[in-house]
């Protein structure tokens, strides 16, 4: 499991925060019911991405390599849900003030970074 997380941990890693999205604390401040809404919108968002990638795969070809890109974005992506917990559950742990605004703050930038990501590689590969 550690060989895993290392793993996930280098992959990830070039996505630093961007300035694309203001910090949602400074949207939503303290408001839970804010930051709850900006993480399901956020998701809604990804979700439909992942489809639209999966689909996009999918009809690039029925070869071994269709099938190796499809199971890469899927591992891919199960990776990222792995990573993102993991980290904002240690902001979490760490925050000693504002803990749940912590958490869903951190899980919004990072479901908005990630559909940045997915958003860059459909922008690249056009169908």
Do not use: K
Not at 36 to 42: M, Y
Not at 94 to 113: I, K, P, W
């Amino acid at each position: 499991m550690r060989s895993a997380l290392t793993l996930i941990v280098a992959l990830l890693a070039p996505l630093s925060p961007t300035a694309l999205h203001a910090e949602p604390a400074a949207e939503c401040g303290s408001d839970n019911v804010c930051l709850s809404r900006q993480l399901q919108a956020a998701e809604r968002e990804m979700d439909e991405l992942v489809v639209t990638i999966q689909r996009q795969t999918l009809q690039a070809g029925s070869g071994p390599s269709a099938f190796a890109a499809r199971r890469s974005f899927d591992d891919a992506q199960s990776m990222f849900v792995v990573y993102r917990g993991i980290t904002c559950n240690w902001q979490y742990n760490g925050a000693t003030t504002q803990r749940s605004e912590t958490l869903r703050g951190c899980m919004v930038r990072m479901t908005q970074q990630r559909n940045d990501e997915l958003r860059l590689w459909l922008a690249d590969h056009p169908t």
